[in-house]
């Protein structure tokens, strides 16, 4: 069904595989066409209680394909473009109601860095890099990065990045909160999916009111905030695995989430 990614359904994890590696699963049209339909289909669907996605090869993602037919000669009209391309599939990724954990088994640059970041979590291997890449050839920051960067690693790191557009190590990363869990290169995927399959099998729309907080707490009022946590709430309390949880409590023993 696809021709530039990958998409398996693990149990309940969807495991999304870029699959450009000729070309550092650099994002060329098709690419990010056939990754917002994936997105699509993981909350049409409604199988997947959990995402992974990572690249093949030896990169993650190289961001905007710089040799696609058409880069430059529409390069005055850009808004468009990004709006097309990034905007949706960022707005879409932020939204999707499962959590979503970047395996990032390379380079992650540009716009690749960014739907790392768009990503809910990063477990990244120990040869990872990070490059914000954009004003390398001259362009301002797209796809989210400047929206979830200074988020994770402060206004002045994420400026300092932004303007050298320097290579990040993973550990540098790590260090920054950029990633979560660092893996050997051999153990990346399989880690992931693991911690994946563990998340499936939670209370899935405790998950997703939680992701659902978190980002829009994040910036706004207190009172706001309070609000919407009472709002959230009321929605967590009507579900099966709430009642589900408290239950096993009582009862000292394990609790089946059914996502329900
Ligand atoms: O136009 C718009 O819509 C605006 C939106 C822009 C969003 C953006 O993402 S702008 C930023 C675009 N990306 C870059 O500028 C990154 C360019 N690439 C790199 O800096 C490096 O390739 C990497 C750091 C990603 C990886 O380095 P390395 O040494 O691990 O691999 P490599 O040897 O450089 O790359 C492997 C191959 O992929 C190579 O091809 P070759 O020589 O083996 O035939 C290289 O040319 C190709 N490649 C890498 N990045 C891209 C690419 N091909 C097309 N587009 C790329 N972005």
Redesign the pocket.
Known sequence: MYEMIQFELVGQVAKITLNRP???N??NTQLGQELYDAFKRVESEGKARAVVLTGMG??F????????QG?IS??DH?AN??RE??NLLIAKMQALPVPIIAAVN?????????LALACDLRFASTDA?F?M??S??G?AP??GTSYFLPRLVGIGKALEWAWT?D?ISADTAYQHSVVNRLFAPETLVEETMAFAMQLAAGPTQSFALTKQAIYSNFSGSLADALEREAVLQDKAGRTHDFREGVLAFVQKRKPDYKGE
């Open positions: 000729q070309v550092a650099a994002i030896r990169a993602c190289a961001g905007q394909d710089l040799s696609e880069a529409s390069a850009l473009a990004v391309r990034y390379g380079a992650a640059a540009g716009a690749g860095f960014g890099k490059t890449a954009f390398k050839i362009l797209d796809s557009a290579v």
